[in-house]
């Protein structure tokens, strides 16, 4: 039998190819043959049908792909029509704007789902909520359970699997921005100014770049503030959260010398970290025990023991206050004057790490120094010093007493103009001598209650930086004297510092300048940031947690504020 296999070969001759399977070896070989490729070809067909990762899987991924868009949009579409409703709150009605927003950016396409199945972004996104914690959001504030339970649905396959997957994406995606916004400008649960919120337009831009660069969890860990104070805090929380959980977790009796003394040390029951001859073991717990009226028996019994992690808990709170407190200022740049209230220091900081630090005076706790941000323009050597009004009146009886008061410490009465008028003229007698129309100023010099520098930065406090003439003051652990304003030490050392960075006359000589008694004002060719705040709880590089004394006692309503449902000591 003779089969021929005919070919066309395309060039110049055409010919005619001719093979011979006449012999039984060549037949059996041919049988085979065919026999294979039917194998292969019906194979190939049967698994188009069986197989879902062939065919008819990419026809149902597509499909459904395209269900989900277009649930998406529909969804979304009603999302946008509903903003306007009243009973929905400032902060819900701003996250949602942003969530339209990155839908719409993204033609609809979903972004945590793929496939029948929720993908790796969906996964970092989950690590990072469920580690929140670590980030200063001690409660669920991204619907994490909510997340959780939509998933499980998702994936064991609910009777309505659209909602349900368009439910879990758009809840995924409203927690992934809240995420965000709390890790840039701080926890916001009470509704706050629309005029605020609607600036904050970027977090679907943040979002969305994470995804595309595929660097979700480093480029959304990265909105965070760029402060040194901010740094180090995040850093130490960790090591603090593993302390909390061991001691919390650990059998008393088993807890030992060196974690029990670190404990009680965050706690502020002792002094040291450490203990030794001094700092006793059984005198620390005697002294924790006492302050919270237990019995007396210098053990870490059971009763001591929950009193002690109930103290670090309410630490960890402090921390992730302050945190906030962090967060709250929008900070941005890298060389930055920090003044920190509660800790007496003003922190000078050059290319995000600290330069130089100075003591500080602050306000009284009748007159506490406000919090602010602000940028320093110029430095004055030999400044006046024009009396707040408030000052003023406690000076009347001063002014009463001794007709000479004014003259002997330099002060004179200017008007509007900044005119100096004869005194003479103010009935002095009077509820309100000088008015809305005269002050008091002091002039330069030994006497001026403002020192030989001052910096000015713009405020609504009227507030400034200056020297001052009580420089014993600064011996002081708690220094609390001024009526706002904060007193530096050694002034002329960091007026030497700024002129010499931002000027362009690197020549000045700050003492020689003071030295002349004139009044000289210096302005900085580039305006230095300065934030004056209210921090109680801070960290050195090497994540030493310090926790400060609450000298104007705000700390206690504001962790009330921002964590409404913790039940404190």
Known sequence: MKIEIIAKIMDSNEQLLVLDYS????????????LYISLVVFFNVFSSYKNPTIRINNQL????KYELTNNLKTEINLISLNLQDDSTSILDSALKQQ????????????????????????????????????????????????IYNLDYEFLTGSDNMQKNQIELELTTTYSALKFVLYLKYGIIERDTSLAYLNS????????????ENNSLRNDLL?????????????????????????????TPAFIDDKLLA??????????SPTFDSINR???ALYLLQDQYSLRHDSILNQPTHEILVSLLEYKYYLACLNLNRLRNLKHSGENYLFVNIPEFKLHVIESNSEKDAFNVIVGKKKTPTPTLSSDIEKVIANPYWTVPRSITFEMLHKIRKDSSYLKRNGYFVINAQEEMVNESIIDWNSEDPLGNRYWLRQINGNYNALGKVKFIFPNNFSVYLHDTQSKSLFKRENRTFS???????????????????????????IENIISENERHEIALSEKVKIYIQYITCTASENSEMMFLDDIYNKDLEEIKAIFPDLLLL
Not at 108 to 132: G, K, R
Not at 202 to 211: K, R, T
């Open 23 to 34: 012999n039984k070896k060549r037949r059996k070989f041919l049988i085979t043959f065919v």
């Open 61 to 64: 991924v597509d499909l459904q």
């Open 99 to 146: 969530l339209v927003a990155f839908y719409a950016n993204r033609n609809y396409d979903p972004v945590w789902i793929a496939n029948f199945e929720t993908n790796q972004h969906f996964s970092t996104l989950l690590n990072l909520l469920d580690s929140s914690g670590y980030f200063g959001f001690p409660f669920d504030y991204f619907n994490l359970e909510q």
């Open 200 to 211: 904050i337009s970027d977090l679907s831009f943040i979002l969305n770049s994470a995804i």
């Open 222 to 250: 990265s909105v965070q503030p760029n402060l040194v104070h901010h740094r180090n805090l995040l850093k130490s929380l960790s090591y603090f959260i593993d302390l909390h959980y061991s001691v919390k977790y650990t």
């Open 262 to 271: 670190k404990s009680l040390y965050y706690a502020e029951i002792t002094k």
């Open 281 to 283: 073991k059984s005198d």
């Open 483 to 509: 009526h706002g304003c904060v007193r530096l030490e050694n002034p002329d050392k960091l007026a030497q510092y700024l002129t010499d960075k931002y000027t362009n006359h690197r020549d000045l000589n």
